[in-house]
Every structure is written in structure tokens, then in C-alpha cells.
């Protein structure tokens, strides 16, 4: 893929973007530059550019604005000691925008060029990936945000016949600031996020916006996050709002939800390696909210844990619903920080990547 690069002239200073950079947060500053590249049936994907950063003009009958034909992407870029800047398996997150713009009846933008974009607009922007050596940074990064949507302007209901891909980014501070909090959950008996055949397993906006209410319902009653059950049978466990799940049993043994209607996150393949090279045995398979009541109850589900490109891992605490609740696992030794610690130290440079899951960009 070409590139053709227009180098912003209203770049941030080196001052403001230190003091970006000293308190990012998480997605409100973004980079000096952007990616684009345009797809029509005839020309296919053309056009590919970095410019500097700013708003659309989009005509208001633009397809994505009325059907959401759209999917996204998440991932990070990460500074190591040395200085150089790497992501962690981008062709996975590449592969996945494939299957979930299949799912969208999008074109396939191939996993080479999607990877090619990211590294070119980090390049560009390199200065903005924080500096990680410095004390209390240890976990800043650039997040990354690829998405493709229906750029067509046209009010018919049919893949559109203009497509764009764009790449931005945002730096993005450490997760756990005022320490680690093990996150409490709502389980919702009213809304689901995917049924059979449905677009769960893809990553598009419309998942997001069907969880909203329901993420509503669980601030309402004073939870942190909400656990969705699958629609056929409002039996098993599927996932969160935005992370996959993990349950860690007294013998070592660790189950997570099988795929099909969740969204396959990539920190959830990776740990199910990790695991398996730690001893653990790990299950990928339904399983019951039953068997999250009863476990905890038996002291026999000592952890749970979710996970996801944000937060990498976080602790599980109480479960409620309507009508009961369920505590905090116990009985546990941190199998979920030791697990993000490998994670982490991989993806910062600290620890060997025995995968060969890191790939330099800088
Ligand atoms: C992105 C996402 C995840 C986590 O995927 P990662 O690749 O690990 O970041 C989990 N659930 C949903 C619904 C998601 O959109």
C-alpha cells in the first residue's frame, strides 16, 4: 500500500504534549496526524493517507450514520526501556476486523495493509507514545483505535458502495491509579448482547450501543460493570460490556466462555497460552451462572477475573442481581496479577517474549 504523508502544522507543542503526556487519561487527546484509506468496488482500497488530525465532513444521509455498517479495532502501542515502540500482535487484531467486517458485509481491508497503517501513523506520531522509565508511568501507552465504516451517502439498505478505513490514536494513562479494585458486576436478566447468528462475536459500535441501557441499569444499582448471559437460554455466562471472563477453581483448573456469540478478545487467546505454560488447565466452555453462585458459595472458584486491551486484567468482585448477590471469590493467591504482570512485562519490554508476540514498529 502507497502512503502519501501531509505533515500537520498545528502539531502540539513539546511542552502541551508533556503535559499530555504527565495525565493523558483515556481517549480525549489524540494525535497531530491521522490515517485514511477510501474503498469503492471499482477502484478498491485507494488513497491511503496521513494527514493532520481533524473532523470529517460527512453529508448526512452517509450510510454508518443511519445503519451503522461499521467495526472497530483496539489496541496499544508501547515504549520499551530502549526507546524503540512496539504493538503487541497486531496481525490478530488485523484477522479479527476481517471476520468482523465480513460479518458487516464490509470489504476486507488485508491484514498486511491494516498493519502497514497503524505502524505508518505511530511512526508519524511517535512522540506521542509516553515515555515508560520515567517514575509512576510504568503503564502509559498510545492507544490505537483502526475503524471502517459506511461512508456512502445514500439511504438505501445495502452494503455501502463507499467504505472508509482510519486509523487514530490517543495516549492512554495507567489503568489501576488509586490501586487495584476488584470490580463489582450486575447481572442482567433483562437485556442480552448476542444471540445465534447475531453480530456478538463482532467488534462493532451497535454492540456497544445495545449495552448502554443495560450498563445503566448496572450503575443504577450501584455496580461497577455488567455480566450478560446468552439470549437462548439467559443460562451462561457470555461476557462483560467490553471484556472477556475468567473463573479459577481451587485445583488450578480455569475456565472461560466459549466462543460463538462473545467477542474474542485477544488478551483471552493470549492468556489461554499463558496459562497453559504456567500448569493450568484451561476450559474453553459454557458455563453456567449456576455454577458462578454455587462455586463461589463452595469455596471451590477461589478467583475471577476479567479481561480485555484496556485494562489487561481485572479482579471480579461481588455479583448482584435482582433479588441476591454473591461475594468475592476467596481463597486466592493473585493468579490473575500474576498473569497480567507476565502480560505487561511483555508488552513494556521487561520480560522475554517467549511468543513472539510483540512487533516493532519504531
Ligand atoms: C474488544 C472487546 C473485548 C476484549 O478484546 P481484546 O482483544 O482482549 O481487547 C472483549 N469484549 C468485547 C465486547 C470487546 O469489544
Redesign the pocket.
Given at each position: 500500500m502507497e502512503i502519501s504523508t501531509t505533515t500537520s502544522s498545528a502539531a502540539v507543542s513539546d511542552e502541551r504534549l508533556a503535559e499530555i503526556l504527565a495525565n493523558p487519561g483515556f481517549g480525549t487527546h489524540f494525535t497531530d496526524h491521522m490515517f485514511t484509506v477510501e474503498w469503492t468496488p471499482d477502484a478498491g482500497w485507494h488513497d491511503a493517507r496521513i494527514e493532520p488530525y481533524g473532523p470529517l465532513t460527512l453529508d448526512p444521509a452517509t450510510a454508518v450514520l443511519h445503519y451503522a455498517q461499521e467495526t472497530f479495532?483496539?489496541?496499544k502501542a508501547y515504549r520499551h526501556p530502549d526507546g524503540s515502540i512496539w504493538s503487541f500482535r497486531p496481525e490478530?487484531?488485523a484477522a479479527?476486523m476481517v471476520r468482523s467486517s465480513h460479518r458487516l458485509a464490509l470489504p476486507v481491508l488485508d491484514v498486511p495493509d491494516f498493519v502497514q497503517a497503524v505502524d505508518a501513523l505511530v511512526q508519524v506520531d511517535q512522540r506521542w507514545v509516553p515515555d515508560t522509565t520515567a517514575e509512576g508511568s510504568g503503564e502509559k501507552s498510545l492507544y490505537l483505535r483502526p475503524f471502517m465504516f459506511a461512508s456512502e451517502a445514500f439511504l438505501g439498505v445495502r452494503p455501502a458502495q463507499h467504505v472508509t478505513f482510519m486509523v487514530i490514536a490517543s495516549p492512554a494513562g495507567s489503568y489501576f491509579k488509586g490501586g487495584v479494585k476488584p470490580v463489582s458486576l450486575w447481572l442482567t436478566e433483562e437485556y442480552t448482547?448476542a444471540g445465534r447468528g447475531g453480530m456478538?462475536a463482532a467488534?462493532t459500535g451497535g454492540?456497544?450501543a445495545s449495552?448502554l441501557v443495560a450498563q445503566q441499569e448496572a450503575s443504577g444499582h450501584g455496580c461497577d460493570q455488567v455480566v450478560f448471559l446468552d439470549a437462548q437460554e439467559g443460562k451462561y455466562v457470555e461476557?462483560?460490556?467490553?471484556?472477556?471472563m475468567y473463573f479459577v477453581y481451587a485445583d488450578g483448573r480455569m475456565v472461560t466462555p466459549e466462543t460463538g456469540t462473545?467477542?474474542?478478545?485477544?488478551?483471552?487467546?493470549?492468556i489461554i497460552e499463558l496459562a497453559g505454560k504456567m500448569g493450568h488447565q484451561v476450559e474453553e466452555r459454557k458455563f453456567s451462572i449456576d455454577e458462578w453462585r454455587e462455586g463461589v458459595a463452595s469455596g471451590d472458584i477461589i478467583e475471577i477475573f476479567a479481561?480485555?486491551?484496556?485494562a489487561v486484567v481485572t479482579p471480579v468482585g461481588e455479583l448482584k442481581w435482582d433479588g441476591g448477590s454473591v461475594g468475592t471469590p476467596e481463597g486466592g493467591e493473585g493468579l490473575w496479577q500474576k498473569i497480567r504482570q507476565q502480560l505487561v512485562d511483555v508488552q513494556f519490554g521487561r520480560a522475554e517474549d517467549t511468543f513472539g508476540w510483540m512487533h516493532r514498529i519504531v
Open positions: 479495532e483496539g489496541m490478530e487484531n479479527r448482547r456478538g467488534k454492540n456497544y449495552s461476557e462483560l460490556g467490553g471484556m472477556n462473545i467477542l474474542e478478545g485477544i488478551t483471552r487467546a493470549s479481561c480485555g486491551t484496556a
